[in-house]
């Protein structure tokens, strides 16, 4: 259950009042919650919540509902808030589980895969938050009526507003679904953008009435006879979820390109026909970002002007295996993936799992990770068919 639910312009007219804090702090008395709250959670009440409330206003959005501090029996910690709205494709409810965080920089614990160091905090390296948030998305499921069946309706996102790219770079590395979105303050566009492909500006009571009053037990969410959640279909795979791939290809270009060294990507796990559809929507988004880029796709070419980011796919470099003559296949090839990682801030390699690479030329992957390695540029494979946790 919640601790508060209002509309975003109900919480920014009563922050303006100076009022959220006592409110909340009198709704943990009434509820019995009264000292479950910390000090630094008072603060993100007081910062964190308003900027939520703040991009749903600029997003056209104030009419959303908020349920804030929502709490699952069983598990341990509330979700910062759920935003409860009307999907604007399907006009069914829609709702969007939001971690809120204030980290100001965070780097990758050198000792523990997956977990990170937060700046100015002592303690155990902590979870990516975005993990946390996919973790409590899916308990959602598992327990909510509104949700069984129709997993699509629900999203989740982590908000790190005090944080630029630069500044958690590790965090943009790390990969993620539809249930982890993660945005900063320099993404703060694509955050409203997000918020506008998943609720409209309807009033988003009906949906979180729905939501509040239809929890059931797990033992009803589809689980198997030995007690595992069976998903409903493939939803949780970035690829068959291309706002979900785009979002993580572009948050790891962010990353590169906001680190102090180069570096080259491999995305793999997608067709041909996705990739290119993929490239596009990225090159696209970079472009209104302010971001030089360039796209080979088409016909052969061996001048690379030099720009932000380079996507390249794999019809491309067959294109240029294909004429037939001497130095056909990695003699050809590898002396150019070099000048485009050289030309390249961030050279991004797009490689298709239905198309087979010729026998002569080899794993084009192997050949990009051979020339990086030449240049000693480090190389980082992004995977869209993998299944995260």
């Known amino acids: ?45 007081r910062h964190s919540l308003p900027a939520v409330a703040r991009d749903l206003r600029d997003a056209g959005l104030g009419a959303v509902d908020m349920m804030i501090e929502y709490a699952l029996p069983g598990r341990k910690g509330p979700a910062d808030v759920i935003l409860a709205g009307v999907h604007p494709a399907t006009h069914a409810p829609s709702y969007v589980v939001a971690e809120l965080k204030q980290w100001r920089g965070v780097t990758a614990a050198p000792d523990r895969a997956g977990r990170f160091v937060v700046a100015n905090q002592t303690g ?73 492909e998943r609720l409209t500006a309807a009033p988003g009571r009906p949906a979180a009435e729905l939501f509040a009053a239809g929890p059931v037990h797990a033992r ?35 990353a590169a390109y906001t680190a102090q060294d180069k570096s080259v990507l491999v995305v793999t796990g997608t067709t041909a026909a996705h990739g290119s559809r993929l490239v596009g929507s990225a090159e696209n988004t970079l472009n209104h970002a302010g971001y030089a880029t360039r796209v080979l796709s088409g016909p052969c070419t061996a001048t690379f002007p030099v720009c932000d980011v380079l996507f390249c796919e794999e019809p491309w470099l067959r294109s240029v295996d294909a004429p037939p003559g001497p130095g056909r296949g990695p003699d050809r090839l590898s002396p150019l993936l070099e000048k485009m990682i050289k030309v390249a801030r961030v050279p991004v390699f797009v490689l298709a799992d239905d198309l087979t690479a010729p026998e002569d030329t080899g794993d084009f992957g192997v050949l990009i990770r051979q020339a990086a ?12 068919d993998r299944e995260f946790r």
């Open 1 to 45: 259950m919640y601790l508060m639910r209002l509309s975003a312009d109900e919480l920014h007219a009563l922050q303006l009042r100076d009022g959220l804090v006592p409110a909340l702090e009198a709704a943990e008395v009434e509820q019995g919650r009264a000292g479950e709250t910390s000090a630094g959670e008072k603060r993100a009440w």
């Open 124 to 196: 155990k390296p902590k979870r990516h938050p975005a993990e946390q948030t996919a973790d409590f998305c899916r308990a959602l499921i598992r327990s909510h009526a509104a949700l069984m069946g129709s997993e699509a309706c629900l999203a989740g996102l982590t908000y790190l507003h005090n944080a630029a790219d630069s500044d958690v770079t590790d965090l943009l590395r790390y990969p993620r679904t539809r249930l982890s979105h993660l945005f900063t303050r320099d993404s703060r566009g694509a955050l409203i953008r997000f918020l506008r």
């Open 220 to 254: 009803l969410a589809g689980l198997d006879p030995q007690g595992r959640l069976q998903w409903h279909g493939d939803g949780f795979r970035l690829a068959s979820d291309p706002v979900a791939a785009q979002r993580f290809v572009l948050d790891s270009v962010r």
């Open 373 to 384: 390695g030449a240049l000693r540029v480090p190389d980082k494979c992004i995977r869209l």
